[in-house]
């Protein structure tokens, strides 16, 4: 009897043991906030058969890294287009994950035509507004009731906390802001809609933020939530001024989501190193490739002890953050390796390119318990 006890004992050890060892991001994460990546059409296809295993068991949450963007959507005026965006959706119910749409009013990689006539002129406020309505309309209603979220406006703010000087804000105004969550919220009443933007560390740009949140609370329109694009590099954001504008959107009421994650060991290839502006292009350099075979062993330690950092703030602050989302699955897929400098090989996902977790997973779990 007592070999049987015995025995009962130290299945039960390694039972435990081994359970400790297969934990995953979502259940260690569990109760505290959703965690997802952006996932890409080969990804939501499932050609990309090497990574279905991280992103089902890993994450609970996914992002639609370009199939939603206005040019994927609607190439010309009125032809609509939803084959990836279908395959995304269906990905994501099938997995049962909560689907997160991206994004409806973006200056960049929208359709040239979305902002001229036929003759190649600016085309009227009155014009654009209705073509804005119409796109925002066609996509959220297809998706109603299956897409949990949406990036609703991307990008509208400058560092300064000045508005960006796009065809949305030259043409329309700066209420094209406030109509396209109008228009979002009238196609789907239930869809969390929200505000998305990079460098949010910046004080121009949270006082800009805030600021928009009660302007439009007075007139009646509401965000639910904001975005917090975390494209972070070695020394930008500070932890502690990212951390103020986190505290400084919750006390807004509204939820706070850290989105597009991913952290950059690769030098900046200027003095501003805090943009995540994606029309950036500069020629390839040697130097600013440093690590073509990989990062060695300091340099690996001191990137871990950075994400470590941010995880421990967005631990604290869990009860305010309702989701983290990484931009992407693995290095060797990751939109840095050709920005802003084409060509260079980079490592700023949680996964390496042989899809095996990085040390930081193990740490973000372990922050857990």
């Known amino acids: 009897m007592k070999k049987l006890v015995v025995l009962f004992l130290v299945a039960g050890i390694f039972a435990c ?115 804005m309505k119409n796109h925002i309309f066609t996509l959220v209603e297809r998706y109603k009731g299956k897409v949990t979220s949406w990036d609703v406006v991307n990008e509208a703010i400058m560092d300064d906390g000045s508005l960006r000087q796009n065809k949305f804000f030259q043409i329309i105004g700066e209420d094209y802001i406030r109509l396209a969550f109008e228009f979002a919220r009238e196609a789907d009443p239930d869809a969390i809609l929200m505000y998305n933007d990079y460098s949010m560390a910046h004080e121009g740009r949270r006082n800009c933020i805030v600021k928009m949140i009660n302007d439009f609370k007075e007139q009646g329109v509401k965000i639910d939530g904001i975005g917090m694009q975390g494209h972070m590099n070695m020394s930008f954001p500070p932890v502690e001024e990212f951390e103020k504008s986190l505290l400084a959107f919750a006390e807004q009421g509204v939820e706070v989501m850290i989105t597009e994650l991913d952290l950059t060991i690769l030098p900046w290839p200027q003095q501003n190193n805090s943009s995540a502006d994606i029309s950036l292009d500069f020629e390839y350099q040697k130097q600013m490739n440093p690590y073509p075979d990989g990062l060695p062993e300091s340099v690996e330690i001191e990137w871990t002890n950075r994400y470590n950092e941010f995880f421990q703030l967005f631990l604290k602050h869990s009860d305010k953050i309702s989701r983290v989302t990484l931009w992407g699955v693995t290095d060797n897929q990751t939109w840095r390796n050709d920005w802003p400098v084409r060509g260079r090989t980079d490592y700023p996902l949680l996964f390496d390119r042989d899809y095996q977790p990085k040390e930081i997973v193990k740490q973000i779990i372990d922050m857990t318990k």
């Open 17 to 131: 043991t081994e359970q400790k060892e297969v934990s995953t991001l979502k259940d260690a994460l569990s109760g505290k906030f959703l965690i997802g990546a952006a996932i890409n059409d080969k990804q939501a296809s499932e050609i990309d058969e090497l990574s279905l295993p991280i992103i089902t068991q890993q994450f609970n949450s996914i992002t639609a890294e370009n199939c939603m963007k206005s040019a994927i959507i609607q190439p010309k005026e009125g032809e609509f287009d939803f084959t990836q965006s279908d395959r995304f959706v269906e990905f994501g119910l099938k997995n049962n994950m909560q689907i997160h749409g991206h994004t409806l009013v973006w200056h960049s990689q929208a359709p040239a035509w979305f902002f001229v006539d036929d003759k190649g002129n600016d085309v009227s406020r009155e014009v654009l507004i209705e073509r």
